[in-house]
């Protein structure tokens, strides 16, 4: 005689995530002044699509890149809080130095709190090529609200010796190079991130963290002089943000059954 257990199983799986593309800009649009323009197709590749807001005239766009010209600040109008904030990701982009004297430019994130260059806890500097005592100076710390980074930097010694190992030639410090923010969520809110360039490691396990939750935006500045070097400053391109990117829910129900 069969004997009917009836056993059923109800599986929901709510908000599965995954790494994905929070933000991908790839700058591919004809040149023009308006770093804006043609923004929801060049950040297609992303679930997020914003446009810069702040001091515009010191940038543009020039061979499929921004052309960052001058000092002024911009920031990414969107917040990336829920894509970073708790999880592991990776900030990257595509960066050529074509400044020659000792002025920089910067990319970095910014908190309800750290809302400035400042006291932004990941993010980094790239110096022009005459300036002789440093090529990165990368952000990070875990001081009070507001306080200022903590700052490693990495001289052209430094890195030629890295390039060296790794590559048998001198850092080039006017080529494109990839640049990587690569973050592990730690307890308590501490993480850490590898600043990775053209794949080597440059600085391990950088601690940081930020005092806020709640908001994660992107901004750039720097000191280059308007058109200084004949118009060049620094170029950049493919600025990406992968996090944790929710998808489609999804509703899952299994039933089994059984006999004896
Ligand atoms: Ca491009
Ligand atoms: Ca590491």
Same mark, same amino acid.
């Given at each position: ?6 056993? *059923? ?7 599965? %995530?995954? %790494? ?12 023009? +002044? ?46 990336? #809080? ?9 900030? $990257?982009? =595509?960066? /050529?130095?074509?400044?020659?004297? $000792?002025?920089? /430019?910067? *990319? ?25 005592? %440093? *090529? ?15 700052? /490693? #930097? ?24 990839? +640049? ?16 990775? *360039? ?7 396990? =950088? ?10 935006? @992107? ?31 999804? @509703?899952?129900?299994?039933? +089994?059954?059984?006999?004896?």
């Amino acid at each position: 005689m069969k004997k009917w257990i009836g056993l *059923v199983s109800l599986c929901l799986v709510c908000s599965e %995530a995954w %790494a994905g593309t929070a933000f991908m800009d790839s700058f591919d649009t004809a040149d023009t +002044i308006d770093i804006n323009s043609n923004y929801a197709t060049r950040q297609a590749g992303g679930v997020v699509s914003a446009q810069y807001t702040g001091n515009q005239d010191w940038y543009a766009i020039g061979g499929n890149k921004l052309v960052h010209r001058g000092g002024g600040e911009i920031v990414l109008n969107a917040n990336l #809080a829920d894509y970073l904030v708790g999880h592991d990701f990776e900030i $990257s982009l =595509k960066q /050529t130095m074509l400044n020659t004297n $000792s002025n920089w /430019t910067a *990319v970095y994130l910014t908190s309800a709190t750290e809302p400035t260059r400042s006291n932004s806890r990941l993010g980094f500097h790239t110096w022009g090529t005459g300036q002789l005592a %440093a *090529v990165y100076t990368v952000y990070g710390g875990t001081g009070a609200a507001g306080a200022a980074y903590t700052a /490693t #930097a990495r001289t052209p010694a430094q890195m030629n010796a890295l390039w060296q190992e790794n590559f048998g030639t001198d850092f080039d410090r006017t080529a494109e190079h990839l +640049i990587q923010f690569i973050s592990t969520a730690g307890a308590g809110g501490t993480n850490t991130f590898d600043f990775v *360039v053209d794949g080597v490691v440059v600085i391990d396990d =950088k601690v940081y963290t930020f005092n806020d939750d709640t908001v994660r935006q @992107i901004e750039m500045v720097g000191t280059i002089p308007n058109h200084s070097d004949g118009g060049n400053g620094a170029l950049y391109d493919d600025l990406t943000v992968e996090g944790f990117v929710p998808a489609l829910s999804t @509703i899952r129900l299994i039933g +089994i059954s059984d006999s004896l």
